[in-house]
């Protein structure tokens, strides 16, 4: 591999990683405070691109406006769905809400179908993520360089309203004990929801992205991102948002990188990342950062 | 303060408490007294919130508070020790004395406090930045009551706050309540060292299989034959 492609692929490695990881804090942070595999996540992402097309496509927004729109729009989504099909369930067995998260799947991207259609629409990216920028000797489409800036953005701010803020102080104490959370007078069902709307608003911003990056949108989108960032949660250690942007990077470097050193994989690469969640499942089930589980009392 | 009157609560199909009525007045330091499995800790529960009761109601301050959700008890001025400390492992000291004055707005007054709770148990102060989780039993427990009392509770509930502690450390924080009383704050005792609990007590009730058998002002309990030889092991 010549250095030009190697940067090439460095880059795009990680601008993919970058969108697993805005992805899977969404996993993350749902399972550590509910417990809950929230398999609706993926569709959220969806939504979120959907969103951004329309605003730039129908309503001929500018691109900056349409895009934090999008984002608001989705949260808003995410917290509808945790108020109108979570919070029913939420003393009901843990087997229930996960039934619940797989209809309410099925029903954003039937959705999704009957409202939008089955065929794939032109996603117009701004020009910003389609020039071609000189790296060294390598030349790098923008997406490459923005995506990931943005997105550490993005987890930077995510890191700060979670260490650094009084909600994300409850959001950290209701993923440790939901009840002692009570008796602090926290209203609990809001901090969940406020981590339902902060998980969507990352998976719209990662949506937006991916659909710069593959400008083509459909319906069913989500489901292939959607599981390999599930992937790059349960690599990092699922509950823990360190460990789900290590995850992430990890598997786009992965994916990008097997195909780019031995090209004839290339029809696998979904199988490979796969592969690697059965082996951590069976080998390490608590993630590279998970702490050994013990069970909530 | 708060008036319990025929409080009835079911675990499933477990009847836990059968019908408990009882006063805690203004000021007052309240115990409760009676074996594991009394339901002793299923009244504290049910005062703050965390289970329903089926029947029967709970009065705070002329408020009718029966079924109301935990966070609207704690913000109309309860807070409680849990059984077993329950102080937040992953957060540090700091932020757990900060997770008991979550409702408050007042920023003056949360220092002020942090001051004040840092004067009862100066450990803690050193201890400022270490997670929760990295303190010992005793510091749990000091970390656990200067966590209810950043809430400037009017009424704070302890679930066997002595548990596990060794006994200087208990005296510890007998003082700590003893000062916290002295501050104006009413208190509502659950202790397993019924001793302790009924010499600082101004009246006990004592809790069997779920119903009150017995009551009265605590140094009148503690001379009471009964009492000595179910709860004092004499």
Redesign the interface.
Known sequence: MTLETLIQQLMNGISLGSLYALIAIGYTMVYGILRLINFAHSDIFMVGAYFAFFFVAVFHLPWAVSAILAVVLTAAVGMIVDRAAYRPVRNAPRISALITAVGVSFFLENLGLVTVGARPKAFQRPDVMSKVVPIGPAAVSGVSIWVPILSLALLALLLFIVHRT?VG??M??V???I??????????DRVISYTFAIGSALAAAGGIMWACKYPQINPLMGIYPGWKAFTAAVVGGIGNITGAMIGGFLIGLVEIMTVAVLPGLSGYRDGIIFTLLLVFLLIRPTGILGEPLKEKV | MLKLRDLHVYYGGIHALKGISMDVPEGAIITLIGANGAGKSTTLRAITGLVKARRGSIELKGKNITGRPSHYIVRSGVAMVPEGRKIFRNLTVRENLMMGAYPRQDNAGIQQDLEWVTTLFPRLKERFSQKGGTLSGGEQQMLAVGRALMSRPRLLCLDEPSLGLAPVLMHEVFRALTRIHEEGCTILLIEQNAKAALKLADYAYVLETGSITMEGPGPELLQNEAVRKAYLGE
Not at chain 1, 179 to 188: A, C, I, Y
């Open positions: 009084k102080m409850a950290r104490s993923s440790t004990d009840e002692t959370t009570r008796l602090m007078g926290v209203d609990v």
